[in-house]
């Protein structure tokens, strides 16, 4: 059952100012305005880190603008207090059109948000690791970083895996992936991928690790990809994957 928008404490703040409700995620109530909607972390949510992932949206929804690739354009994040007392506020266009929830979705509507995500792996950054609200990551190689995620498997796992990414070719560049393969990211119209509408939490690293979320996340969407085969390190990265956010 939804949970009640109306008991928020920033609900009738947003009324008055002439949004609308519209939906609800986990973690998060969606109001709109005309052209805009507003996304806002429920208040057993509102947090630093809340906080903190609107701004990472913003800078990869920019980037991937900047790009040329279709995504839907950030307009404000309102600071805490500005709009809603103590509350963070991310403000986005209104991106109207279908939105494939089931994994198994048909296959040239998984295709297009995979070839979407696959094309924004082209795009090189400075350092690897999970973006930041700057766009940026910490990490000086792409080594350094998935030692740090291991650290979070099992005692049993650990070793086996630390001595696999010390082997593992070293990517000099790192490219920007995608780590949430959800169809609920992507809106369409009519059959065409128009833009995706949330890319939280991507991160720098092999261009590969893309197609490890993919197997972890998605088997229907991975049957399609170009590395479906049987490649041990894409197996190693979907193993590693669920830890990253743990």
């Known amino acids: 059952m939804e949970a009640d928008s109306s008991r928020e404490p920033y609900y009738k703040t947003l009324i008055r100012r002439g949004y ?11 109001f709109e305005k005309e052209r805009v909607v ?5 208040s057993e949510y509102n947090n630093s880190e809340t906080d903190e992932s609107y701004y990472i949206e913003k800078a990869a929804l920019d980037l ?9 354009k950030v307009h404000k994040i309102y600071a805490k207090g500005e709009l ?9 266009e209104k991106v109207n059109g279908v939105v494939y929830y089931k994994k198994d979705s048909k296959e040239d509507i998984l295709r297009q948000a995979l070839n979407l995500m696959t094309e924004a792996t082209k795009i090189a950054g400075s350092k690897f690791g999970l973006m930041d609200k700057d766009g940026e990551a910490k990490y000086s190689s792409w080594q350094e970083f998935l030692l740090e995620v291991v650290e979070k498997m099992p005692q049993d796992e650990r070793r086996l895996c630390v001595q696999k990414i010390e082997s593992m070719p070293k990517p000099e560049k790192p490219s920007f992936v995608f780590t949430d393969c959800n169809m609920g990211n992507f809106i369409f119209r009519g ?6 509408i949330d890319v939280e939490r991507p991160l720098w690293g092999d261009k590969l690790f893309l197609y ?3 197997k972890s996340r ?12 049987e490649n041990e390190i894409i197996r190693f990265y979907a193993k590693i994957y669920p830890y990253i956010f743990k």
């Open 212 to 214: 490890g979320v993919i």
């Open 84 to 92: 809603l007392d103590d509350f963070t506020v991310l403000e986005e």
């Open 64 to 72: 991937l603008s900047l790009h040329g690739l279709p995504v839907a």
């Open 20 to 30: 609308t409700y519209l939906t609800c995620s986990e973690k998060h109530y969606i």
């Open 38 to 42: 507003v996304k806002i972390a429920k």
């Open 191 to 196: 059959k065409r991928l128009e833009k995706a």
């Open 218 to 229: 998605n088997p229907y969407m991975y049957r399609m990809a170009p590395e479906r085969e």
